[in-house]
């Protein structure tokens, strides 16, 4: 038997050796397959600082192109913040407390008994630092990260990214960890708008943070695209989210943003006591979100908020010519989320600029929006405050049936042919309007044959009298440019800015359309428009 055990401990030596090579030699003598940070001296009991502990791990295994540092069980106080210089070594844990009601009773420290890897960030520090020139892949999977003191007012952070590299790095990879008590559970801030791309989040816990997924607003003074740091790529997948008071503040590009099947159980106000506006807040440039199987409950505040019009830092928007806002490619998907837990009295998805995809019994706000599938059989789409006071478009496809676009046009003489020769034409119907009536409607039939893309806005021209002198006034409201090739209802709402001791008033619409874009282009609308006074915008939508 010792013979076989002979031959056997041969066979594996030779065979390691063929396969992991020959190392030389190095501080930590015969080269590990595995490096553990208390390889450096970490201790892990919560009360002795391990923060050179861990930075000579990182260091050594930056330096030695070794791509994955364990941390054991423990308790590993970070007194000063842990840099990454160039990324691309994982952080590999033992576990973290994955069930986010299960976070630590601060008030009886040392009778905690812990089976994790826990990482200790004091108050108003920052635990892990991917600093500017980080350019090679992050992750980090099975760690637990815990403030000391708890959530106070300040700027305690868990992990920081704030790479410069214009490649940028990816991917940015957070698996089975654990976040609580943080003002920024993790936070992206840096000079170049675009910094990161395709951040996976999966199987996490957060719980009792001010932010969880936080990009900051960048200190650049070129602000041509928004404000925000952005990132190309975001998955968000079954994470537990437990009192927060904002889960995701981002701006994502190009790539999918995918936020599917997480726990958004309550939310909180901020640590200073003010009120958080949105549970997830996101802005997309050319972006398609999809929004499936998330769970909120107990929310103090609006859920959802997603617009391809980017805002300033006081919330006020952007102008958005010669960026991609109102573009058609900027969607977003809402299918099988439960809301039931959430108070009638928030909104559970506030949608501006973007196309929707909606296959829920959910209320929708809007502005800007082309409404392209409602699954709702109730009225489920409203206004958003800005577009009752400013106005807006909203856009709905319309179903054809049998009947042939072709044959439809041929059957309707009110329906009339637009082109760049026979620019913005006057419905020609009126409505009577009173000072008291709150807004104006214009539900206008467009028919795109050929697929012609244009802005899609509203005017609406009233014309008054005031001291027996006949006047005309207008106002413009704009939509996302483009309509389903098909027929589509456009609804135009206006407030009512018809001036007071105005006298024999009425109203009319027009479609406005460019002749730069349109060009040898055309399409079709109806003369014969319904036009309507409303005291509440509220409409029943459904394309079944």
Known sequence: MKFYNVIFTILLSFFTTMIFGQKPKSKLG???????????????????????????????????????????????????????KTGG????????????????????????????????????????????????????????????????????????????????????????????????????????????????????????????????DINSTNKQSGVRNLAWGFTFEDNMCHDNSRVIRGTFAKDAVNIRNNNMEGNIKYANGNPPSYIVDLEISNATVNFEGNHFEAILSDAVYVSSVFADKNGEYLPFPNTTALNPKNKIFIKGNNLDGAASNFKPFTLK?????????????????????????????????????????IKVPINNGKETLKSYLNANKQIKKATALNLNEKLSNLKQLKIEDKFLVAKIEVINEVGTLFLGSTTFVIT????????????????????????????????????????????????????????????????????LVLQNPIFAVSTR
């Open 30 to 84: 015969e080269q590990k397959l595995l490096i553990s940070l208390k390889d450096f001296g970490a201790v892990g009991d919560g009360k002795n600082d391990d923060s050179d502990a861990f930075q000579k791990a990182i260091d050594y295994c930056e330096n030695n192109k070794r791509k994955t540092l364990f941390v054991p069980f423990g308790k590993y106080l970070l007194k000063k913040s842990v840099y990454f």
């Open 89 to 216: 070594v994982q952080l590999l844990g033992e576990g973290a407390l994955l069930r986010e009601e299960s976070w630590i009773d601060r008030e009886n420290l040392k009778n905690d008994v812990i089976n994790s890897s826990e990482l200790v960030i004091p108050k108003d520090n920052t635990g892990i630092v991917f600093d500017k020139n980080v350019r090679d892949p992050v992750r980090i999977v099975g760690i637990q990260f815990s403030s000391q003191q708890g959530r106070q007012v300040g700027k305690t952070t868990g992990i920081l990214f704030q790479s410069e590299w214009n490649g940028p790095t990816w991917p940015f990879i957070i698996e089975r960890c654990h976040f609580t008590g943080f003002n920024y559970a993790m936070k992206f801030a840096s000079s170049n708008q675009y910094l990161v791309a395709f951040l996976q989040f999966r199987q996490n816990a957060f719980n009792q943070n001010d932010e969880c997924v936080y990009f900051s």
């Open 353 to 393: 600029g973007i196309l929707v995809y909606n296959y829920d019994q959910v209320n929708l706000f809007l502005d800007q929006c082309d409404l392209r599938v409602n699954e709702s059989n109730e009225k489920n789409v409203f206004l958003t405050e800005f577009a009752k006071e400013n106005g807006t478009v």
């Open 464 to 531: 008054y009298e005031l001291n027996n002198v006949v006047k005309t006034i207008s106002k413009s409201v704009n939509s996302n440019y483009g309509f389903k090739q098909g027929r589509n209802l456009s609804i135009a709402v206006v407030p009512n800015f018809l001036p007071k001791n105005a006298q024999n008033a009425h109203f009319t619409a027009m479609v406005d359309y460019s002749k730069n874009i349109l060009e040898n282009r055309y399409f079709y609308y109806n003369t014969a428009a319904e036009l």
